[in-house]
């Protein structure tokens, strides 16, 4: 597959900028509408630059280093003939999942046939934005307090191509759907991958969504998705991150809740150079919940980041944060949980929990919870801790006749389970939960497609069917 290439090198936004000015229509879509968008975006990230440990938000995450490296964009649609099942197998054991795949940015159809039902959309953003104008114009590139993100703007400036899901009114869409979101280059790739999905009235949605790595090339992934939760609807979104060593990622999720609505969730980090991961939520319709949940298992040198904002804009809405992390080696990590709630949104119920344990003496974990509060009438509150395990535990165990190794790990799953308990659907549980299992004991690591594709099942160990006991 040929591609268009700008190198990058030293100075990436120079280079975007250059790239920008050369070949900017290689970024527009020909959509007036969607290329004032870009242009304006553009304009923003150049005022901003990109962020540095000099920025609040910023502070404990570093970028220069991902920033140095040379990376290409690549502007070539996949082949129409291009099957990515060919490149890429992923299977969730026990749920025949129709899977739906972005190519390094790009939505590819190729092998998802599946019979939707009357009214529901799921195309590319380009397909979208011919087809379906009136949704684009009322739901695409619509976050809120975005003027002050240079990778939102950046992304909006830069994308290319997503995907899009329409579900409309009173749709119980099933079965869960499955986005393998794929980086495939022979060198260091800068993607910036979009998705929109938009529920209406009394709908539901869940969906699984894998980002991958194929090779170990350095790569920066920049991942905005847009989601608008209809009146009592619900979207249930787990999300898998195992991406290699070399990667840098910053995905964004933005959602907008109606009234009555429910948001829930997951994420679940098993590997990975660099990651950022920031949720905002915004409350916008009375009795809206959302619940936002986090696991993360780091060793070696990996950074991981985790922002979560939640606005409470309305009365009567709860929302619940629970993440939890274990970082080992030199691994480093950062939680900030952010509540905010209106003056007139009383009866507001907010829960932030963050959890951590240091394996080693250079792991290190910052955590900040916020609350910023406008009325007497809610309930919120939030807990944050960072230490070792248990060593009266450990002790306990250690009396049992179970090995020092053993004693680790189990106390280790008894400390993410509570993260992993909140999956709803069974076979997926089991999943995850098996993949947690692996991480702990240092066995799960990329392999050449994924790890989920975990056919090949490793000897049961002595551990694993105690742990599958319990």
């Avoid at 150049?46 to 220069?64: A, C, M, Y």
């Avoid at 025949?96 to 009214?119: A, H, I, R, T």
């Avoid at 920066?220 to 060593?245: A, H, M, P, Q, Y």
């Amino acid at each position: 597959m040929n591609a268009t290439i700008i190198n990058t090198e030293y100075d990436l936004k120079n280079r975007i900028e250059q790239g920008w000015e050369q070949n900017s229509e290689l970024f527009l879509t020909g959509s007036t509408h969607i290329d004032d968008m870009k242009r304006e975006a553009m304009e923003v990230f150049q005022n901003l630059g990109f962020p540095t440990k000099k920025w609040e938000k910023w502070r404990e995450t570093d970028l220069s280093i991902s920033l140095s490296k040379k990376y290409k964009f690549s502007h070539q649609e996949p082949d129409k003939n291009f099957d990515p099942n060919e490149v890429f197998t992923c299977d969730v054991h026990g749920l025949d999942l129709p899977k739906l795949f972005k190519f390094n940015g790009y939505f590819v159809s190729n092998g998802f046939d599946m019979q939707l039902p009357k009214g529901v959309i799921i195309c590319s953003l380009k397909q979208a934005f011919e087809n379906h104008p009136q949704l684009i114009a009322d739901n695409f590139n619509k976050a809120e307090n975005v003027s002050d993100s240079p990778f939102y703007n950046l992304n909006t400036a830069l994308f290319q191509d997503g995907l899009f899901i329409y579900i409309p009114d009173n749709i119980d869409f099933k079965p869960t759907l499955q986005l393998i979101d794929l980086v495939i280059g022979n060198e260091g790739m800068m993607i910036n991958s979009r998705n929109l999905i938009v529920l209406g009235k009394n709908s539901s949605l869940s969906m699984i969504y894998c980002e991958e790595s194929v090779n170990m090339l350095p790569g920066f992934i920049n991942s905005v998705s847009e989601i608008v939760v209809g009146e009592n609807s619900t979207v249930d979104l787990c999300r898998i991150l195992n991406k290699d060593d070399e990667t840098t990622v910053v995905s964004s999720i933005y959602v907008n809740q109606n009234r009555d609505s429910n948001f829930t969730t997951s994420s679940f980090c098993f590997n990975g150079g660099t990651i950022r991961s920031e949720v905002y939520t915004d409350l916008n319709g009375e009795n809206a919940n959302t619940d936002i949940s986090g696991l993360y298992i780091m060793g070696k040198s990996h950074h991981i980041d985790n922002q979560v904002v939640v606005n409470h804009n309305k009365p009567h809405c709860t929302s619940s944060q629970l993440y939890k992390g274990v970082l080992d080696d030199q691994a480093s990590g950062v939680f900030n949980g952010y509540i905010y709630v209106k003056k007139n949104a009383y009866q507001t119920n907010g829960m932030q929990t963050n959890r951590n344990i240091l394996l080693s003496e250079k792991a290190k974990m910052h955590t900040r919870p916020f609350l910023e509060i406008y009325n007497d009438d809610v309930k919120c509150s939030h807990g944050a801790t960072v230490g070792q395990l248990d060593p009266m535990a450990m002790f306990y165990l250690r009396t049992r006749g179970i090995s020092p190794e053993n004693a680790n790990i189990l106390l280790l799953y008894a400390f993410v389970v509570e993260v992993v308990n909140k999956i709803a659907e069974p076979m997926l549980f089991a999943q995850i939960d098996d993949m947690v299992k692996k991480r702990l004991r240092g066995e799960l690591a990329m392999c050449n497609q994924c790890v989920l594709n975990c056919r090949k099942h490793e000897n049961e160990s002595k551990l694993l069917q105690f742990l599958s006991q319990m």
